[in-house]
């Protein structure tokens, strides 16, 4: 797989610029990176902050598939990067997957991935735009989630050598994605998960649900058991009881 890929010191959001580049009729896989944001957006349309020092990049990634496939492709993603900071931190067991697609440390969110993508609008995608920030020297502080770095967790690194194993770990877990299917990528993700089997929370746009994480579903939705039934949710954000 070749995967190009492209610098800038600043720009609005990687994410946008891959879209332009999409959208100007591109029709291979690049990665865009940049030393800083001025309008990085997190999921479901907050900011994401992007001062110089962390990591911030998108792989624009050529997809001939439907829609519910491609959005497999955060959990490849969240597996790769949970391996980066891994490796980085020399630490396995402290490192997980947090539902949907964030990586915590010791509980601590260090990176965020927004999945987003392109096309003519219809159900199959032109590509997909596999946002991916790290917090590499500083992290937001917001008491409602609790986040880190990787020099906080006691390791200096530049923001390039990050780049380069996770061009390397999103090409390793791409390719497992495609010889193997959602299954490989499902239990991967379900054996590096928090809270898996424990009660959580899930705060939805107009509720809060109560229940255990029981599993993953083949879509990836998170099925969550509470008052006897289950409930399949394809989008909240989970805190831990
Ligand atoms: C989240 O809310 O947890 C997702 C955050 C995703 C941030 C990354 S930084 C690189 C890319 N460009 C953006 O504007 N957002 C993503």
Known sequence: MTIDLRRF???DSTNAECRRIADGGYGGNIWIVSGEQSAGRGRRGREWV???GNFF????YAIDCDLRTASQLSFVAALAVRDVVAD???SNDSIKCKWPNDILVGGKKISGILLETTGLGGETPSHVIIGIGINVSHYPHNP????TSLKDEGYTVEPELVMDR??????????????HGFSLIRQAWKDNA???GQDIIVRLPDEELRGRFVDLDDNGALILEFDGER???????VFFA
């Not at 409602?144 to 986040?147: I, L, N, V």
């Not at 996770?166 to 010889?179: E, G, P, Q, T």
């Open 194 to 196: 928090r809270g898996l």
């Open 57 to 60: 990049a998108s792989l624009l």
């Open 231 to 237: 409930r399949h949710i394809t989008a909240g954000d």
């Open 9 to 11: 010191d600043v720009v």
């Open 88 to 90: 980085i931190l020399q």
């Open 144 to 147: 409602q989630y609790p986040a």
């Open 50 to 52: 992007s001062r110089p």
């Open 166 to 179: 996770l061009a390397r770990s999103m090409a390793h877990w791409i390719s497992r994605w495609k010889d």
